[in-house]
């Protein structure tokens, strides 16, 4: 009776061992690993077979010939990946080369078990020569597929984690096989590609420079809008380009930084275009919408609406795009009253900061204010909530969540310092905007107004303060605004003085 000879059996040991340890402690390819335990198994099983007394010799030597095979091609497996993907693996070889070895190595073995079994091999490959052309003809797509992986692997033109845009649609490589690409789309689905379509066809590989390693793609991309004639150029390429810059958007990268231009002169309007750069591939409708939206908050802020279509009428108030009302008459003034710095106001002067509020809306996420900017007026939230934020180091911590009738920035308002604090719109957020110039009207015709405003700042600013001294990494105390600091500070910014001494 044949048998498999017998040190094949503590080779087969070794290599299963190893193999276990490799997919325990290294990162390698798991399928390899299963495969090597699939030949292992089926090594045991053929072994098993070959020592059943029933079989006649002949076919006892087959099943022991073919069971030293399987255990000849799982140490091959084995002998691979730990060559290619864990000693040699600071070369960074493409799969191919792993492959390549593997299928020479199942060659030699078939070759060497037809010779054991009395096979003619030589002649077998001789009369088998005319074959070839027949064969190579019937495969020759397959052939074609395989030469293209072999291209595509050795010269490392398309690699794992690249985007990819072709004629079959935009995916991410998940591998590079010998017969084909596998990429994944945005949509869910994998878009199996023939090796030979790719180094046929024009491919288009998002983000990368030839050379760089797979990284996070960084590709430009125009998006355009239109403004009607009467728009200074300058005015609306300096709002784009800042709106853009100044508040983070997911799926935009800040470098290079966004640029407006202007794009062609239409019969009715300017044609612009803003040239941005986008870092999610197959994601750029929605990263794309996001920017229009910015766009659309930030012009009509200065009252620069997107062209209207042609022959459309549009009626305006007669002090602008950008102004608007906290409601009707009575419920503005109501809200206003509410606020503690306007409480002291007059009927009459009430009514006049209610008419020199500007309305502005802004985007889910976009900066409302800047902490460490400079400023001179103050917001009042009509519709929405906003985050407020102080700097902690490299991250932000969130002080308070202000809803409608709530306000901020009157420091800079009454003092023109710069902003304390950071405040961004958590959705789609109304605000009334109070100017310095258009307040100063007011404290010109009262000036003891701004001693009364001074009270109640002083005792606003104290929760800030508080907050600031919990972020700091050392208890340490910070200085509270005297009364009367404060209320100087009021007056010189707004240049008034006293009746009494003529002084500031």
């Known amino acids: 009776m044949t048998k498999v000879p017998a040190q094949l059996w503590p080779?087969?040991?070794?290599?299963?061992?190893?193999?276990?340890a490799l997919a325990r402690w290294t990162a390698v390819d798991r399928r390899r690993i299963s495969a090597i335990w699939a030949f292992a198994a089926l090594a045991v099983m053929t072994g098993a077979v070959s020592l059943v007394p029933t079989l006649e010799p002949r076919q006892a030597r087959i099943a022991s010939e073919v069971a030293r095979a399987f255990c000849e091609i799982a140490a091959i497996q084995?002998?691979?990946?730990?060559?290619i993907?864990?000693?040699?693996?600071r070369f960074a070889l493409p799969r191919i080369a792993s492959d390549l070895f593997a299928g020479l190595g199942y060659l030699l073995v078939l070759m060497n078990m037809l010779a054991r079994l009395g096979v003619n091999v030589t002649g077998l490959i001789a009369t088998s020569a005319v074959f070839t052309a027949v064969i190579g003809f019937g495969l020759q797509d397959l052939l074609g597929n395989l030469a293209g992986g072999l291209s595509l692997q050795l010269e490392r033109s398309i690699r794992q984690g690249d985007w990819l845009k072709t004629d079959l649609g935009v995916g991410q490589v998940r591998m590079v096989r010998i017969r084909h690409t596998a990429i994944a789309t945005p949509d869910g689905d994998t878009i199996l590609i023939p090796n030979s379509m790719l180094t046929k066809q024009p491919v288009t590989v998002i983000g990368r420079l030839p050379g760089e390693t797979p990284s996070t793609p960084n590709h430009r991309k125009l998006i355009t809008f239109a403004v009607?004639?009467?728009?200074?150029?300058?005015?609306?390429?300096?709002?784009?380009?800042?709106?853009?810059?100044?508040?983070?958007?997911?799926?935009?990268?800040?470098?290079?930084?966004?640029?407006?231009?202007?794009?062609?002169?239409?019969?009715?309007?300017?044609?612009?275009?803003?040239?941005?750069?986008?870092?999610?591939?197959?994601?750029?409708?929605?990263?794309?919408?996001?920017?229009?939206?910015?766009?659309?908050?930030a012009l009509t802020r200065v009252g620069i609406p997107l062209s209207t279509i042609p022959q459309s009428i549009q009626l305006e108030d007669s002090r602008g795009a950008g102004h608007g009302r906290l409601g009707d008459?009575?419920?503005?003034?109501?809200?206003?009253?509410?606020?503690p710095i306007f409480q002291s106001l007059t009927t009459d002067e009430n009514r006049a900061v209610w008419n020199m509020l500007e309305r502005l809306r802004f985007a889910p996420g976009e900066y409302i204010l800047h902490e460490g900017d400079e400023g001179d007026s103050l917001y009042i939230l009509a519709r929405g909530t906003v985050r407020v934020t102080l700097r902690n180091g490299a991250s932000d911590?969130?002080?308070?969540i202000l809803h409608p009738g709530q306000f901020f920035g009157e420091m800079s308002l009454l003092t023109g310092e710069r902003r304390s604090a950071s405040v961004i719109a958590t959705e789609e957020v109304e605000c009334h905007r109070l100017k310095k110039d258009d307040f100063r009207k007011v404290l010109d015709r009262r000036h003891e107004l701004a001693e009364e405003i001074s009270l109640v700042l002083t005792a606003r600013q104290s929760g800030l303060e508080t907050a600031r001294r919990s972020i700091a990494a050392e208890s340490l105390a910070v200085s509270q605004p005297h009364n009367t600091e404060l209320l100087v500070r009021i007056r010189r910014f707004f240049g008034l003085t006293r009746a009494s001494d003529g002084k500031i």
Not at 11 to 20: D, Q
């Open 11 to 20: 080779l087969l040991i070794v290599v299963v061992a190893g193999a276990i």
């Open 78 to 83: 084995f002998t691979s990946l730990l060559l």
């Open 85 to 89: 993907q864990v000693i040699l693996r």
């Open 228 to 297: 009607e004639y009467r728009h200074s150029p300058a005015q609306v390429i300096e709002v784009v380009e800042e709106a853009l810059s100044s508040s983070p958007i997911e799926g935009m990268s800040d470098q290079p930084a966004p640029r407006c231009v202007i794009v062609d002169y239409r019969s009715l309007d300017v044609l612009y275009g803003v040239l941005v750069w986008l870092t999610r591939p197959g994601n750029e409708h929605s990263d794309s919408s996001v920017v229009r939206t910015r766009l659309y908050y």
């Open 329 to 339: 008459e009575r419920g503005g003034r109501q809200t206003l009253a509410r606020i």
């Open 397 to 400: 911590r969130e002080l308070a």
